[in-house]
């Protein structure tokens, strides 16, 4: 099995091969939507760096399936600014474009800002070696499931509703590279709506059309905490939101749009 969720291609830097550690659970043929989410940040991250800086905020747009095949990532700076700048980046398979993202990249105060400790953010949740292994419903040997770590504090893949969850990734997204606290907190998010499913797997499909990650500080470790709910509605549009927090409190939150429909 390959030891990294994609391997770079030496001739084309702007070009993944994608291995089977980013399969996704229902099809052998089609990617979970965590690592490509998690590769885009890895290429926002390295397009133009800028010190002082940090990511603010990540909207990936899933455009169609991402096939288990490889791909091409490009990214660039589309508004620039000495505080604030806008990065794009589209993921494309060979029938085009699969992906997009936009990124918020903020100028970080310094020296930092002299705030009351009660207007930042605070609470923790119950820590990874305190919560339960879980293992996900697949029909895949092997992909994303196989590729991370899921320990349930509440709620568990067997019961439907509200969970919190820890996501440790056992690979990095890129071979030979260290997976950074933004490509952990990208690939852990996209399963919000898979922790805290709360219709039947064998009977609904509730597919994300979306990820936002807003990241008002870069976890720290390697575990991130989802503090997941999901909330369905009638007429099939529902919304999976998640509180995410690392070992040390909350970094952020993520929101996820579903089209939710009966199966077959």
């Not at 509703?161 to 950074?180: E, H, M």
């Not at 996209?190 to 990650?213: E, H, M, P, Q, R």
Request: glycine share 8%.
């Amino acid at each position: 099995m390959a030891d990294a969720f994609y391997l770079p291609d030496p001739t084309d830097p702007n070009r993944f091969e994608s291995t089977e550690l980013t399969r996704g659970p229902w099809s052998p043929d089609a990617q979970h939507a965590g690592p490509p989410s998690a590769l885009l940040g890895h290429v926002i991250e390295r397009c133009e760096p800028r010190d002082g800086f940090q990511v603010g905020r990540v909207a990936v747009e899933i455009l169609g399936p991402v096939p288990l095949a490889p791909l091409t990532v490009r990214a660039e700076v589309v508004r620039s600014g000495r505080s604030v700048e806008l990065i794009e980046a589209t993921l494309s398979a060979e029938r085009g474009p699969v992906m997009r993202a936009v990124a918020w990249r903020l100028k970080l105060s310094e020296p930092p800002l002299d705030l009351p400790p009660e207007f930042l953010p605070s609470g923790t949740r119950p820590l990874p070696a305190d919560a339960q292994p879980g293992t996900f419903p697949s029909n895949q040997r092997v992909g994303f499931h196989t590729g991370i770590e899921y320990r349930f504090s509440t709620g568990s893949f067997a019961a439907p509703g509200p969970a919190v969850c820890w996501i440790k990734l056992k690979y990095p997204i890129v071979a030979g590279t260290a997976p950074s606290p933004l490509e952990r907190a990208l690939a852990a998010a996209d399963s919000g709506n898979g922790v805290s499913a709360v219709l039947d797997w064998s009977k609904y499909l509730f597919i994300n059309t979306d990820l936002t990650v807003t990241l008002h500080r870069q976890p720290v470790g390697e575990w991130v905490c989802l503090d997941a709910v999901t909330h369905p509605q009638p007429h099939g549009i529902g919304l999976a939101e998640s509180a995410l927090f690392d070992e040390t409190g909350p970094i952020g939150r993520s929101t996820q749009t579903l089209l939710i429909a009966p199966r077959g």
